[in-house]
Nanobody
Framework: VQLQASGGGLVQAGGSLRLSCAAS????????MGWFRQPPGKEREFVAT????????TYTDSVKGRFTISRDNAKNTVYLQMNGLKPEDTAVYYC??????????????????WGQGTLVTVSS
């Protein structure tokens, strides 16, 4: 299994970015997918999860209403649309494959494969 994240960059506060994560080596539509982030000097934290079908989504409170997770099973890709970015969103963002098809549970241990990370920097 390989997960390749892309789309990070430098953006001003209030701006938008869309992250992508292309998956290979698995039956993509069998699994929920998630995004995590690790701010500088802090621990990795959960951002969002989407179910196998894309029909159910969960978010951490700090990104609700600003970020949207989605997936395209035909392209084996999961996305994170980030709008209204804030300096506190600055982090390395990681996509991750869940061990199950469902969104319940956001702990690291419920994910078994991780992308390499893509850096998002939001300037004030």
């Amino acid at each position: 299994v390989q997960l390749q994240a892309s789309g990070g960059g430098l953006v001003q506060a209030g701006g938008s970015l869309r992250l992508s994560c292309a998956a290979s080596g698995l039956t993509f539509s069998n699994y929920a997918m998630g995004w995590f982030r690790q701010p500088p000097g802090k621990e990795r934290e959960f951002v969002a999860t989407v179910s196998w079908s894309g029909g159910r989504k969960t978010y951490t409170d700090s990104v609700k209403g600003r970020f949207t997770i989605s997936r395209d099973n035909a392209k084996n890709t999961v996305y994170l649309q980030m709008n209204g970015l804030k300096p506190e969103d600055t982090a390395v963002y990681y996509c991750a494959k869940k061990k199950t098809a469902f969104v319940s549970g956001s702990h690291f241990d419920e994910h078994d494969y991780w992308g390499q990370g893509t850096l998002v920097t939001v300037s004030s």
